[in-house]
C-alpha cells in the first residue's frame, strides 16, 4: 500500500476506550472516485445513542464519508472502497453482508427533503411495507402514527394522511423523511445536512426532533453549520481535504480544538 | 453474535433493541424472495430488449434474405436473324415502319430454331414462355438504332421469363409436384437444355435501375419511381425548409408570449401528431379539387409532405435557435446590429446545423411516407420515366406498395429489393444527419 | 412548362432591380456611401421585392383560380346538349364531372375517353382560353413587375430607411410562415367538414356512427339491390380498436420495460449501441413493416395457428395489430425513456436509504413517479396505432367484421380510407364522401388524444423543472 495511504494521525479520541459503546467502528477507511482519492484512511469510532457530527468545508469528504457507513456509494459506478466499517462489530463491506438489510438498519436522511410521490401515509409505509415488517393493517397503522408521532409531525397531518407528502411545507417534508427512515425502526440515522434546504425555524425544530431521537437511535449528522453542530453533537469529527483532522467530544473541539485546522474553521478563517 | 451477548451484559439491552434484532431477522427473511424479485425484473426487462431487437433482426433478415437476390438476373443469349420480310417488309427503312416490325416474332423464329423437335401449337407457346416479352423491345431497340441490322443475324442478351428466374434461383422448387407449380416439367426441361448449351448466364439486374414499372416482373424498374420520390423531395424541401425556418425565427425570436403564439404553439405540436393520411384528404380536396392540380403529380406529393414536413421541421428550427446562448444576440445587439441582422450574421449560422439535422430527418420521414401519397393518385401504373415534377408519377414507398400487391413470386423479391434501396437511402440520409451533428456539436 | 419560364423572367428582373437599386442609391449620394441611411444593398432588396413579390403573387393566385373560373367559362359556352341526359334533364354531378375531365385532357392534348365532337370542339376551345389567359398573366405580371421596380425606384433617397422597409417585409413573411400550421389545421378541418357534410346530407349522421353493417359498394345501375349500400361505421372502428388494442398489448409492456432497463440498469455503452438500435425500429417506414406483415408474420401466425388446430385468418388482426406494435415499441420507449429520467435522482436514493432494492425502488417509486407522463406518451402512441395506415391497408382485411376475436380478418377507419379513395372515382358518391366522414373520425379522436396527451406530458415536465 503507497504511503499516502496509510494511516494518518488523528488528533483527539476518534478511538473510544469503552468499545462496549461503539456503534459503528471505520478502520483505515479509503473511498475513491475513479482516480481521485476522496476519503484517505480514516480511523473513527461512532458511539452509540449519541449524535455525531461531521463538520469541515464543503468538499472535504464529510458526506462522502457518510455515505459509505449504509454503503449509499454503491450506486456510484466509479466508487471502490477499501478499509472496514463495522456496524455491532460486523464489516458492511463484507461478502456476508447485504446492502439492503445493511440499510434497513442504517437508515438515511438527504440534504434536500425527499418524500416519494406518495401520500403522508404510503411515505412513512414504505420501508415497513418494502421489508416486509407488518403482517396486518393494524400493525402497519400502529408503526405510521408511531413513526409520525416521534418525528413531531403527527398533530400536523393527522387530519390528510391521504394528502401527497409533496404537499406539505419544505420542514414539515423534513420532518415526514425522518419518520420514514424511523418507520423501520434502524439502528444508525445517518443524516446529510438535513437543515440545509430550510428556514431557521424548521432547522429548530429538526435539531430538537434530533436530539430526541438520540435515545432510541445512533445518529450521525453531516452539516456545514458549526452552530448546528455544537447545538446537537455530543461528538464531533472536523474533515479536511479527505482526511479526518481531529474528532473529540464536541465541547472540546469547540472550545479547545487541538489541530490548528481545526482551530482556523471553527474560528471562521477558511471554510 | 458477541455484540448481542455484549449488550445483553451491559444491561443496555432494552425492549426497542430487542425489537431491531427482530427487524433484522425479518428483513433477513425475506431477502431471498425480494432478490429473486430482482433477477425477474431484470431479466424482463432484457428479455424486452431482447424481443425487439430479434424482431429487428428477423425484419432485416428477412427482407435481406428475400431481397437480394433481385439484384442479380438470369438471362439468355441468343442469335436472332433479323428478317427483312419480319421487321421491314416494305424495305422503306424507315423510322415509323420500322416500329411497327414484327420484332417478337424474329425472337420467335430464333426460339423455334433451336428446338426443331417441338412442333405442336400448344408445346411453341409453352416454350415461348420461358422468354420475356422484353427480348422482342431489346431487338427492337437495337434495329432502330442501327437499321443496317437488318437481314443479319445478331446476338442479344435478354432476360428470361420471371418464373425461370425464380427457378434459377431456387425458389421454385423441382421436386414439387407439377401440378403445383406455375411451370411445367417439359419447359424445366427446355430450360436446362438452354442452360446445357450455356447461353443462360446470370448478371447484376440493371433493369431494376433503369427501368419505370412494369407488369412483368423482369422488366419492371424502380428509376420511375427514385425519380418520382426525387422531384416530390425536391418540392418538399424547397418549400418547407424555408417556410420552416421563417416560422420558427419568428416564433423563438419575435412572437410576443400572449395567446396568439401559444394557439400557435399547440397548433404546431398537435400538427405534428396527425395521421398522415388526414394529410392525403387534405391535398385530395384542397389540392386536387379545389386548385384542378394534376393527379399523380409529385408537386402536388410535395406539397402534401411539405405540410406534414413543417411541424417537424418548426420543432427542430426552434430548438436549435433555443441552444444558442444568448451572450451572442446580446453581443450582435451591443454593436448597434438590428434584430435581424443580429439573426441572420450570427443566430442563423451557429443554428443552421440543428435545423439542417431536423430538415434531413424530416425527409427521410417524408420519403419514407405512403399513405398520404395514395390519396392524391401516386398508385397509378407508371411505365414512364417522370421528366417533370408535372408528370404522373409514383413514389419508392408507394412502388412498394404495388409491387407488393403482385401476386407473381418474382415480386415479392423486387418488392424487398425495393425496400432494400429505400432503406438504403434513409440510412444515408440518417447518416448524413448523424455526421452533420457531430461535426458541428457545441462550438461554444 | 410556361409558367416556369415566367418565374424565371420574373427572377432575371428582380435581379435586375436589386442591381439597379443598388447602384441608384450610390450614385445618389455621389459614392460616399456613409451618408445613406442604410447600407446600398438594402436598396437593392428594396427595389427587388417591390419587382419581384407583386408579380409573383399575382402569378400564383392567377395559375390556382384559373382551373375553377375557365371551367366555369367552358361550361357555360359549351353546346347546351352536352349538358342534358337522354331524359332531358341535367346531367349528373358525375358525368358532368367526366365531361370536365375530358374538356381538359383534350386541352393538354392527352386521349380523352370519347371521339364526341362537339367535346372535342369544346375541348379546343378550352385550350384556346387556356393561351388567351397565360397570355393576359404574362403581361400584367410583367407590367406589375416593371412597374413596382420603377416606382420603389424613384421612391429610393439618401434619407430613406430602406433597411427598415426591407425588415417589415421579411418579418411580414415570417408571420405568414409562422401562420402556415394554423392554416393546415383549418384546411384540414374545413375540407373534412365540408366533404362530410355532403355525406351526411346523403346518410345520416347516426347511421353512419351507429350502424352495424359496412358495405359502401355501390351498384352501378339505380335498380340493383342493394344499391344504396350501407355506411354503418361501427365495424370499422371496432376493428380499429381491436388491432390498435392489440398493437398496445405487444408495444406497452416492452416499449415500457426496455425503456426502464435502459434507463436504470443498462452499462452507458450497452446503451450507447441498444438505443439506436431501437430507434432503427421507428425509422422504418410503415410500408416496409406493412410488406413484413403481409410476407412474413401473417402466414407464420396462420401456421403456428394450425398446429393448435386454429383457424387463424390469414388477414388476422393479430398478424397487423403485432406488426404495429413492434413499430410502436420505440415511440413508447423513447418517451419512456425521457420521462424515468427526468424523476430526480433524489427520489432514487431516498428509496435505496431505507433498503429496497433497485427494483423495489422502480416499480415503488420511480414509476409511480413517472406514471403521468408514462400515461402521456401512451396515449401518443394510441393516436398513432389508430392512424396508422400502411400496416393495416397491407395486412390487415377489408372486410367488415364486427368481431373481438383476434384471429379473423376486420378491416379498419384507415384501410377503409385509402380502399375508398384508391382507383378511379367519383367525387360526389356517397362511397367518396364516406372516406371524407371517417377522416373526420379519426381527426377528432386523434386531436383530442393528442391535445390530453399533449398536456399531461407538458404538466408532468413542468413539475420536474
Known amino acids: 500500500m503507497p504511503e499516502a495511504m496509510e494511516t494518518q494521525m488523528t488528533a483527539g479520541t476518534p478511538l473510544l476506550s469503552d468499545t462496549s459503546a461503539v456503534k459503528v467502528a471505520a478502520r483505515d477507511v479509503n473511498v475513491f472516485y475513479g482516480e481521485k482519492h476522496a476519503i484517505k484512511g480514516v480511523n473513527l469510532d461512532i458511539k452509540q445513542n449519541e449524535v455525531t457530527a461531521f463538520i469541515g468545508p464543503s468538499g472535504c469528504g464529510k458526506s462522502t464519508f457518510l455515505r459509505s457507513i449504509n454503503r449509499m456509494n454503491d450506486t456510484i459506478d466509479i466508487c471502490r472502497v477499501t478499509g472496514s466499517i463495522a456496524l455491532d462489530g460486523g464489516n458492511v463491506y463484507d461478502r456476508s453482508i447485504d446492502v439492503v438489510q445493511l440499510r434497513a438498519r442504517v437508515g438515511m436522511v438527504f440534504q434536500k427533503p425527499n418524500p416519494f410521490p406518495k401520500s403522508i401515509y404510503e411515505n412513512v409505509a414504505y420501508g415497513p411495507r418494502i ?104 461528538r464531533t469529527a472536523f474533515f479536511h481535504l479527505g482526511t479526518l483532522i481531529e474528532c473529540s467530544d464536541t465541547e472540546q473541539v469547540f472550545t479547545n480544538p487541538i489541530h490548528k485546522l481545526t482551530q482556523g474553521y471553527i474560528t471562521g478563517r477558511f471554510g | 453474535m458477541s455484540t448481542a451477548e455484549k449488550q445483553m451484559d451491559t444491561n443496555t439491552a ?266 392525403g384528404l387534405l391535398g385530395l380536396a384542397v389540392f386536387l379539387q379545389f386548385f384542378g392540380l394534376p393527379r399523380s403529380a409529385p408537386v402536388v406529393g410535395g406539397l402534401v409532405l411539405m405540410l406534414m414536413n413543417l411541424p417537424i421541421i418548426i420543432i427542430a428550427s426552434r430548438a436549435a435557435l433555443k441552444s444558442v446562448p444568448p451572450s451572442i444576440r446580446e453581443a450582435a445587439l451591443g454593436l448597434g446590429a438590428s434584430k435581424l441582422q443580429m439573426i441572420f450574421h450570427h443566430v442563423l449560422p451557429l443554428a443552421m446545423p440543428g435545423m439542417l439535422t431536423g430538415t434531413i430527418i424530416g425527409m427521410a420521414h417524408a420519403l419514407g411516407e405512403t399513405a398520404p401519397l395514395l390519396m392524391i393518385g401516386m398508385v397509378a401504373f407508371v411505365v414512364d420515366i417522370p421528366h417533370t415534377p408535372l408528370d404522373p408519377s409514383t413514389v419508392l414507398p408507394v412502388q412498394i406498395y404495388l409491387w407488393a400487391d403482385s401476386p407473381e413470386r418474382a415480386f415479392v423479391e423486387r418488392t424487398s429489393a425495393a425496400i432494400i434501396v429505400l432503406l438504403g437511402f434513409l440510412i444515408l440520409m440518417n447518416a448524413a444527419a448523424v455526421l452533420l451533428r457531430k461535426k458541428f456539436e457545441r462550438r461554444w | 412548362m410556361q409558367v416556369l419560364i415566367l418565374f424565371l423572367v420574373l427572377a432575371v428582373l428582380t435581379v435586375i432591380g436589386f442591381r439597379l437599386g443598388r447602384s441608384r442609391s450610390v450614385k445618389l449620394v455621389g459614392g460616399d456611401v456613409a451618408r445613406l441611411h442604410s447600407l446600398p444593398g438594402y436598396y437593392g432588396f428594396y427595389v427587388a421585392l417591390w419587382c419581384g413579390i407583386p408579380a409573383l403573387l399575382l402569378v400564383l393566385a392567377w395559375v390556382s383560380l384559373e382551373g375553377p373560373v375557365l371551367t366555369r367559362l367552358i361550361l357555360s359556352a359549351v353546346s347546351p346538349e352536352l ?115 355532403r355525406f351526411f346530407a346523403r346518410v345520416p349522421m347516426t347511421e353512419f356512427l351507429f350502424g352495424l353493417q359496412w358495405s359502401p359498394q355501390m351498384a352501378m345501375r339505380a335498380d340493383q339491390v342493394g344499391s344504396s349500400g350501407a355506411f354503418g361505421a361501427v365495424p370499422l372502428f371496432a376493428g380499429t380498436l381491436l388491432i390498435s388494442l392489440i398493437a398496445m398489448i405487444v408495444a406497452v409492456p416492452v416499449g415500457l420495460l426496455a425503456a426502464i432497463y435502459m434507463a436504470e440498469y443498462a452499462p452507458r455503452k450497452v446503451r450507447s449501441i441498444v438505443k439506436p438500435l431501437l430507434e432503427i425500429l421507428a425509422g422504418i417506414p410503415t410500408v416496409v413493416y406493412g410488406f413484413f406483415a403481409a410476407l412474413t408474420v401473417a402466414p407464420f401466425f396462420r401456421d403456428s395457428g394450425q398446429l393448435f388446430g386454429l383457424n387463424i385468418s390469414s388477414e388476422s388482426a393479430l398478424a397487423a395489430g403485432v406488426v404495429m406494435g413492434i413499430m410502436i415499441i420505440p415511440y413508447v420507449s423513447s418517451i419512456t425513456d425521457d420521462v424515468v429520467t427526468a424523476v430526480p435522482n433524489a427520489m432514487r436514493e431516498g428509496s435505496y436509504g431505507l433498503g429496497a432494492t433497485k427494483s423495489e425502488t422502480i416499480r415503488r417509486v420511480v414509476f409511480p413517479a413517472a406514471l403521468p407522463g408514462i400515461v402521456g406518451g401512451v396515449l401518443l402512441a394510441v393516436s398513432r396505432a389508430i392512424g396508422e395506415t400502411m400496416i393495416v391497408v397491407m395486412a390487415a382485411g377489408l372486410s367488415a367484421n364486427l368481431t373481438a376475436n383476434p384471429f379473423e380478418a376486420v378491416t379498419t377507419v384507415t384501410v377503409q380510407v385509402v380502399t375508398l379513395l384508391v382507383g378511379d372515382q367519383e367525387f360526389d358518391s356517397p362511397k367518396t364522401l364516406a372516406a371524407f366522414a371517417l377522416g373526420l373520425v379519426l381527426f377528432v379522436v386523434t386531436l383530442a388524444l393528442n391535445i390530453v396527451a399533449l398536456h399531461v406530458v407538458r404538466k408532468y415536465r413542468e413539475q420536474y423543472e
Not at chain 2, 427483312?84 to 416500329?99: S, V
Not at chain 3, 374545413?190 to 362530410?196: R, V
Open chain 3, 83 to 197: 349538358l342534358l341526359d337522354p331524359n332531358g334533364g341535367p346531367i349528373s354531378q358525375a358525368h358532368l364531372n367526366l365531361l370536365v375531365n375530358d374538356l381538359r385532357n383534350i386541352a393538354s392534348g392527352t386521349v380523352a375517353s370519347t371521339a364526341n365532337p362537339l367535346v372535342q370542339a369544346a375541348g379546343l376551345q378550352l385550350a384556346s382560353y387556356r393561351e388567351i389567359s397565360f397570355g393576359a398573366m404574362t403581361v400584367v405580371a410583367l407590367a406589375l413587375a416593371l412597374g413596382g421596380a420603377g416606382l420603389a425606384l424613384r421612391w429610393v433617397h439618401a434619407d430613406f430607411r430602406a433597411r427598415n422597409s426591407v425588415e417589415k417585409v421579411i418579418k411580414t413573411f415570417m408571420v405568414l410562415c409562422s401562420l402556415m400550421a394554423i392554416l393546415t389545421t383549418v384546411g384540414i378541418i374545413l375540407s373534412l367538414l365540408f366533404e362530410s357534410y
Open chain 1, 131 to 234: 421489508h416486509g415488517l407488518c403482517r396486518h393493517k393494524d400493525e402497519l397503522d400502529e408503526v405510521v402514527m408511531g413513526s409520525l408521532e416521534r418525528a413531531g409531525l403527527l398533530n400536523e397531518v393527522k387530519d390528510r394522511l391521504d394528502q401527497p407528502g409533496t404537499g406539505l411545507s419544505g420542514g414539515q417534508q423534513q420532518r415526514l423523511c425522518i419518520a420514514r427512515a424511523i418507520a423501520v425502526n434502524p439502528e444508525v440515522i445517518l443524516m446529510d445536512e438535513p437543515c440545509s434546504a430550510l428556514d431557521p425555524i424548521a432547522t429548530a425544530k429538526i435539531e430538537e426532533l434530533i436530539d430526541e431521537l438520540r435515545e432510541n437511535f445512533t445518529i450521525v449528522i453531516v452539516t456545514h453549520s458549526m452552530q448546528q453542530a455544537a447545538r446537537v453533537s455530543q
Open chain 2, 14 to 279: 432494552s425492549a426497542s433493541d430487542i425489537r431491531k434484532r427482530k427487524i433484522a431477522d425479518v428483513v433477513n427473511a425475506g431477502l431471498k424472495r425480494r432478490y429473486a424479485a430482482e433477477r425477474r425484473f431484470r431479466f424482463y426487462g432484457i428479455a424486452a430488449i431482447a424481443l425487439s431487437l430479434i424482431m429487428l433482426v428477423v425484419l432485416f433478415v428477412t427482407i435481406l434474405g428475400n431481397g437480394l437476390t433481385a439484384f442479380v438476373q438470369t438471362r439468355v443469349t441468343m442469335d436472332v436473324v433479323v428478317s427483312a420480310e419480319r421487321i421491314d417488309p416494305q424495305g422503306t427503312r424507315k423510322r415509323e415502319d420500322l416500329i411497327t416490325g414484327d420484332y417478337q416474332g424474329a425472337v420467335r423464329d430464333a426460339v423455334l430454331a433451336l428446338f426443331p423437335d417441338v412442333t405442336s401449337r400448344k408445346d411453341r407457346k409453352d416454350l415461348m414462355e420461358l422468354f420475356s416479352t422484353g427480348a422482342g423491345y431489346e431487338l427492337q431497340k437495337q434495329v432502330m438504332a442501327n437499321p443496317d441490322l437488318i437481314g443479319k443475324t445478331i446476338r442479344i442478351e435478354v432476360p428470361v421469363a420471371s418464373e425461370f428466374d425464380m427457378l434459377a434461383k431456387g425458389y421454385i422448387s423441382r421436386t414439387v409436384p407439377e401440378a403445383e407449380r406455375k411451370i411445367s416439367d417439359k419447359q424445366i426441361a427446355w430450360y436446362d437444355a438452354l442452360k446445357s448449351k450455356g447461353m443462360i448466364s446470370t448478371g447484376f439486374n440493371t433493369t431494376l435501375f433503369s427501368a419505370g414499372d412494369s407488369r412483368q416482373p423482369e422488366l419492371a424498374g424502380l428509376w420511375g419511381a427514385v425519380v418520382g420520390s426525387f422531384y416530390t423531395l425536391v418540392v418538399t424541401l424547397a418549400l418547407s425548409f424555408p417556410i420552416g425556418v421563417a416560422a420558427a425565427i419568428y416564433l423563438e425570436e419575435f412572437a410576443p408570449k400572449n395567446k396568439w403564439t401559444d394557439i400557435i404553439e399547440v397548433n404546431i405540436n398537435n400538427l405534428a401528431a396527425v395521421p398522415s393520411i388526414v394529410f
